[in-house]
Protein backbone atom coordinates (compact mmCIF):
# COMPACT_ATOMS: atom_id res chain seq x y z
CA UNK A 1 0.00 0.00 0.00
CA UNK A 2 1.33 3.57 -0.46
CA UNK A 3 2.04 6.18 1.76
CA UNK A 4 -0.88 8.10 1.24
CA UNK A 5 -2.85 5.65 3.14
CA UNK A 6 -1.82 6.51 6.45
CA UNK A 7 -4.08 8.84 7.89
CA UNK A 8 -2.13 11.73 10.26
CA UNK A 9 -3.88 15.02 11.04
CA UNK A 10 -0.84 16.71 11.94
CA UNK A 11 3.17 17.28 11.36
CA UNK A 12 4.19 16.62 14.85
CA UNK A 13 6.68 13.75 14.16
CA UNK A 14 8.29 15.03 11.01
CA UNK A 15 11.02 16.99 13.01
CA UNK A 16 11.87 14.29 15.42
CA UNK A 17 11.94 11.91 12.69
CA UNK A 18 15.38 13.01 11.85
CA UNK A 19 17.16 13.00 14.94
CA UNK A 20 15.68 9.73 15.51
CA UNK A 21 16.88 8.39 12.07
CA UNK A 22 20.43 9.07 13.67
CA UNK A 23 20.01 7.73 17.09
CA UNK A 24 17.79 5.19 17.43
CA UNK A 25 19.55 2.73 14.74
CA UNK A 26 22.94 2.62 17.16
CA UNK A 27 20.84 0.84 19.50
CA UNK A 28 18.79 -1.66 17.10
CA UNK A 29 15.44 -1.86 19.98
CA UNK A 30 13.81 -4.46 19.86
CA UNK A 31 11.17 -4.25 22.49
CA UNK A 32 9.51 -0.86 22.74
CA UNK A 33 6.87 0.82 25.21
CA UNK A 34 5.18 4.32 23.40
CA UNK A 35 3.41 6.13 26.05
CA UNK A 36 1.17 8.47 23.83
CA UNK A 37 0.36 7.27 20.58
CA UNK A 38 -2.36 9.42 19.26
CA UNK A 39 -2.73 8.62 15.70
CA UNK A 40 0.11 6.41 15.46
CA UNK A 41 2.86 8.67 13.25
CA UNK A 42 5.77 8.00 16.28
CA UNK A 43 4.44 4.38 16.28
CA UNK A 44 4.24 3.67 12.60
CA UNK A 45 7.56 5.34 12.31
CA UNK A 46 9.28 3.38 15.06
CA UNK A 47 7.49 0.30 13.35
CA UNK A 48 9.23 1.07 10.45
CA UNK A 49 12.45 2.00 11.45
CA UNK A 50 12.60 -0.53 14.70
CA UNK A 51 11.59 -3.62 12.37
CA UNK A 52 14.56 -3.59 9.60
CA UNK A 53 16.68 -6.21 11.08
CA UNK A 54 14.84 -8.03 13.23
CA UNK A 55 10.76 -9.00 14.78
CA UNK A 56 9.47 -5.93 16.96
CA UNK A 57 7.10 -5.74 20.34
CA UNK A 58 5.93 -2.44 21.35
CA UNK A 59 3.41 -1.63 23.89
CA UNK A 60 1.43 1.57 23.08
CA UNK A 61 -0.48 3.37 25.94
CA UNK A 62 -3.05 5.71 25.47
CA UNK A 63 -6.55 6.67 26.85
CA UNK A 64 -7.30 7.87 23.56
CA UNK A 65 -9.12 10.65 25.17
CA UNK A 66 -6.81 13.68 24.92
CA UNK A 67 -4.94 15.77 26.75
CA UNK A 68 -5.86 18.80 28.17
CA UNK A 69 -4.26 20.95 25.30
CA UNK A 70 -6.67 18.46 22.96
CA UNK A 71 -9.85 18.53 21.38
CA UNK A 72 -11.79 15.88 22.93
CA UNK A 73 -14.53 15.58 20.70
CA UNK A 74 -12.47 13.67 17.83
CA UNK A 75 -10.68 11.25 19.95
CA UNK A 76 -12.87 8.29 18.90
CA UNK A 77 -12.08 8.98 14.81
CA UNK A 78 -8.19 9.63 16.02
CA UNK A 79 -8.41 5.62 17.65
CA UNK A 80 -9.31 4.87 14.46
CA UNK A 81 -6.99 6.42 12.65
CA UNK A 82 -4.09 4.77 14.81
CA UNK A 83 -5.39 1.64 14.48
CA UNK A 84 -5.49 1.77 10.54
CA UNK A 85 -1.94 3.33 10.70
CA UNK A 86 -0.56 0.81 13.11
CA UNK A 87 -2.24 -2.31 10.96
CA UNK A 88 -0.65 -0.52 7.61
CA UNK A 89 2.70 0.06 9.19
CA UNK A 90 2.97 -3.61 10.34
CA UNK A 91 1.58 -5.27 7.37
CA UNK A 92 4.44 -3.63 5.74
CA UNK A 93 7.10 -3.93 7.95
CA UNK A 94 10.56 -5.63 6.92
CA UNK A 95 9.65 -8.83 10.50
CA UNK A 96 7.06 -9.67 12.44
CA UNK A 97 5.59 -6.65 14.88
CA UNK A 98 3.80 -7.76 17.91
CA UNK A 99 1.81 -4.68 18.86
CA UNK A 100 0.23 -4.49 22.04
CA UNK A 101 -2.53 -1.74 22.55
CA UNK A 102 -3.17 -0.54 25.85
CA UNK A 103 -6.21 1.73 26.74
CA UNK A 104 -5.51 3.64 29.94
CA UNK A 105 -3.95 6.14 31.59
CA UNK A 106 -0.43 5.86 31.71
CA UNK A 107 0.10 5.19 35.50
CA UNK A 108 -2.08 2.53 35.21
CA UNK A 109 -0.57 0.48 32.52
CA UNK A 110 3.27 1.00 33.32
CA UNK A 111 1.91 -0.40 36.75
CA UNK A 112 0.27 -3.71 35.57
CA UNK A 113 3.79 -4.13 32.97
CA UNK A 114 5.96 -3.43 36.58
CA UNK A 115 3.57 -5.96 37.85
CA UNK A 116 3.90 -8.57 35.45
CA UNK A 117 7.65 -8.78 35.27
CA UNK A 118 8.05 -8.95 31.82
CA UNK A 119 11.66 -8.50 29.67
CA UNK A 120 12.72 -5.34 29.86
CA UNK A 121 12.11 -2.58 27.07
CA UNK A 122 15.16 -1.24 25.17
CA UNK A 123 13.41 2.10 24.41
CA UNK A 124 10.32 3.82 26.04
CA UNK A 125 8.93 6.82 24.45
CA UNK A 126 7.08 9.34 26.97
CA UNK A 127 4.95 11.45 25.19
CA UNK A 128 1.26 10.85 27.38
CA UNK A 129 0.17 13.88 29.04
CA UNK A 130 2.25 16.91 28.94
CA UNK A 131 0.89 18.09 32.79
CA UNK A 132 4.33 17.62 35.11
CA UNK A 133 2.94 15.48 37.88
CA UNK A 134 1.93 12.72 35.10
CA UNK A 135 5.00 13.14 33.13
CA UNK A 136 6.93 12.37 36.39
CA UNK A 137 4.85 9.52 37.27
CA UNK A 138 5.44 7.97 33.49
CA UNK A 139 9.00 8.88 33.59
CA UNK A 140 9.75 7.17 37.67
CA UNK A 141 7.25 3.88 36.15
CA UNK A 142 9.29 3.71 32.84
CA UNK A 143 12.52 3.64 34.78
CA UNK A 144 11.42 0.38 35.92
CA UNK A 145 10.86 -1.31 32.98
CA UNK A 146 13.71 0.03 30.74
CA UNK A 147 16.96 -2.36 30.41
CA UNK A 148 20.03 -0.93 31.35
CA UNK A 149 21.79 0.49 28.43
CA UNK A 150 18.30 1.42 26.89
CA UNK A 151 17.07 4.65 25.85
CA UNK A 152 14.11 6.80 27.41
CA UNK A 153 13.31 9.71 25.08
CA UNK A 154 11.09 12.43 26.36
CA UNK A 155 8.78 14.36 23.73
CA UNK A 156 7.89 18.38 23.82
CA UNK A 157 10.81 19.80 26.78
CA UNK A 158 10.22 22.83 26.05
CA UNK A 159 6.59 22.81 24.86
CA UNK A 160 3.84 24.81 27.27
CA UNK A 161 0.30 25.55 27.38
CA UNK A 162 0.45 28.57 27.82
CA UNK A 163 1.71 31.83 25.75
CA UNK A 164 5.74 32.53 26.71
CA UNK A 165 5.78 34.70 29.91
CA UNK A 166 2.58 33.11 31.27
CA UNK A 167 3.06 29.77 31.25
CA UNK A 168 2.52 27.55 34.33
CA UNK A 169 4.96 25.24 35.19
CA UNK A 170 2.84 22.47 36.37
CA UNK A 171 1.32 22.62 32.77
CA UNK A 172 5.06 21.66 30.99
CA UNK A 173 6.59 18.65 31.00
CA UNK A 174 9.75 20.18 31.48
CA UNK A 175 10.07 20.57 35.38
CA UNK A 176 9.33 17.28 35.71
CA UNK A 177 12.21 15.76 33.19
CA UNK A 178 14.28 18.08 35.15
CA UNK A 179 13.08 16.47 38.46
CA UNK A 180 13.31 13.11 36.98
CA UNK A 181 16.70 13.38 35.72
CA UNK A 182 18.43 15.27 38.88
CA UNK A 183 16.77 12.78 40.97
CA UNK A 184 18.15 9.89 38.47
CA UNK A 185 21.93 11.64 38.26
CA UNK A 186 23.45 8.15 38.21
CA UNK A 187 21.09 6.10 36.69
CA UNK A 188 20.45 8.03 33.82
CA UNK A 189 22.56 9.71 31.41
CA UNK A 190 21.62 12.61 29.11
CA UNK A 191 22.22 12.74 25.72
CA UNK A 192 24.11 16.54 24.56
CA UNK A 193 24.45 16.01 20.62
CA UNK A 194 20.64 16.32 20.00
CA UNK A 195 18.37 19.12 19.67
CA UNK A 196 16.49 20.41 22.66
CA UNK A 197 13.17 19.89 21.53
CA UNK A 198 13.32 16.32 22.69
CA UNK A 199 15.38 14.75 25.74
CA UNK A 200 17.39 11.60 25.24
CA UNK A 201 18.67 9.67 28.31
CA UNK A 202 20.71 6.62 28.91
CA UNK A 203 19.77 4.12 31.40
CA UNK A 204 23.28 3.35 33.46
CA UNK A 205 22.28 1.94 36.37
CA UNK A 206 19.44 0.04 38.70
C1 LIG B 1 0.94 14.42 21.87
S1 LIG B 1 -0.13 13.06 21.74
C2 LIG B 1 0.95 11.76 21.25
C3 LIG B 1 1.46 11.96 19.86
C4 LIG B 1 2.12 10.76 19.22
N1 LIG B 1 3.26 10.27 20.00
C5 LIG B 1 2.55 11.12 17.81
O1 LIG B 1 3.74 11.28 17.54
O2 LIG B 1 1.69 11.29 16.97
C6 LIG B 1 -0.46 12.67 23.42
C7 LIG B 1 -1.38 11.47 23.62
O3 LIG B 1 -1.33 11.14 25.02
C8 LIG B 1 -2.61 10.70 25.43
N2 LIG B 1 -2.69 10.92 26.90
C9 LIG B 1 -2.80 12.10 27.56
N3 LIG B 1 -2.80 11.88 28.89
C10 LIG B 1 -2.68 10.53 29.07
C11 LIG B 1 -2.61 9.70 30.21
N4 LIG B 1 -2.63 10.18 31.47
N5 LIG B 1 -2.49 8.35 30.02
C12 LIG B 1 -2.44 7.84 28.76
N6 LIG B 1 -2.50 8.60 27.65
C13 LIG B 1 -2.61 9.93 27.80
C14 LIG B 1 -3.60 11.52 24.63
O4 LIG B 1 -4.82 10.81 24.50
C15 LIG B 1 -2.84 11.70 23.30
O5 LIG B 1 -3.29 10.75 22.35
Known sequence: MSETAYQFSN?????????????????????????GSYE???????????????PLRIHCIDTWEGGVEHVRD???????RFDSNVALASGS????????????????ALAELVAAKGEPADLIYVDGSHQAPDVLADA?????LLRVGGLMI??????SMEPRG????????????????????????????????????IKIGN
Request: hydrophobic content about 45%; glycine content about 2%; proline content about 6%.
Open 11 to 35: DWHKFNQKVWDQVIPRLNPAHIIEI
Open 166 to 201: MQDPLNMPKPAIDAFLNIYLRKMKVLLDVPLRQVFA
Open 74 to 80: GMSAVEE
Open 93 to 108: AAHPVTLVKHKKASAL
Open 40 to 54: GQSTCDLIRSCSAKH
Open 154 to 159: FDDYLW
Open 140 to 144: VLAFQ
